[in-house]
């Protein structure tokens, strides 16, 4: 994959990322209507679409490598699109290389076991992509805007005294460098919402007899603690952006964008990780060829000695004669780039 396209999709993330060690105050640090150039929304879907190939490339080729896994923490406030980014981003993805995992008030059994536990059951394997929709973040987010949640917990004292938040987040990080030093890149998204886009979008799903389902009163009695869950953002984006495990703060009051945003640091991550398909050795290379003249030679009367290799032969004759226009993209996979131009 050419360098130039890793350099734009590293520029394209750039103003997302949230520099570790950086005191973070979301309402005047990131604008959630931000295009970083994109005008138009024709554009922007041209661009997802190319990230989308890209990112179905580089999910088989880390498949096949079988050594890193990649798991992407999607936060955000209700209504911010964690479901429509994860189904438009994933949207070209081979199914049996992803899974989603969403996490819903804990169960009984989750509440019996330590906080990070049942995230840690959910994790991808080396060469799987797992997404987790609402995250080990929610123990410092809604438990923390919601303390009851903490009690329910069942920590001994020791647990519950002096700076609760504080240890939660150095846990994370600690948990996140190991996963990192362990081959399991940690991927940290916040879809950043406006509360006025966020009232637009309750109303349409009031006013969309469709989406009427989607709608929960819930949403509406957490959105009155609005200051407070931006505040824990805050806290949370200042305090477990790390070098290994940086935070993106996607824009996120235009749909089509959240979605450029969050693929992009996607790609970017998979880019960086570069995964190859495994080698074959000279060894192994004859023994392929030793199999495949055996093969040929079990060739029917009429029938080619090896079908595959002459439909190839066939598409490269065709190819010449039309005076191949093939551009490098279709040669080498979609550019991930951003460009503002295309
Ligand atoms: P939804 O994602 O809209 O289906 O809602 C899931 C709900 O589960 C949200 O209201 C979350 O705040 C809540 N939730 C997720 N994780 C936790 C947790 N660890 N403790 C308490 N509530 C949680
Ligand atoms: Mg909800």
Redesign the pocket.
Known sequence: MSNKRQKRAAEFIAPFRVRPGSKVTLGKDFDPAFKAGVRKKKDGVALLKRGVRLLAEYQSRLAAQDTWGVLVVLQAM?TAGKDGTIRHVMSGVNPQGVAVH?????SAEELGHDYLWRYAQRLPARGEIGIFN?SHY??VL??RVHPE?LDRQKLPAEAKHGDVWKRRYREINDWERYLTENGIRVVKLFLNLSKEEQRARLLRRIDLPDHNWKF?S?DVA?RERWDDYQQAFSEVLSHTSTEWAPWYVIPADRKWFGRIGAGAVIVNALMEIDPRYPPVGKRQHRALLEVKAELEAQAPKHAAADPFEEEQRDGEAQDATRGSDRTDEQVDGPSAGPATDS
């Open positions: 209700d969403s996490f819903k008030v804990p609402r929610e123990e809604v438990v949640n929960s819930a957490e």
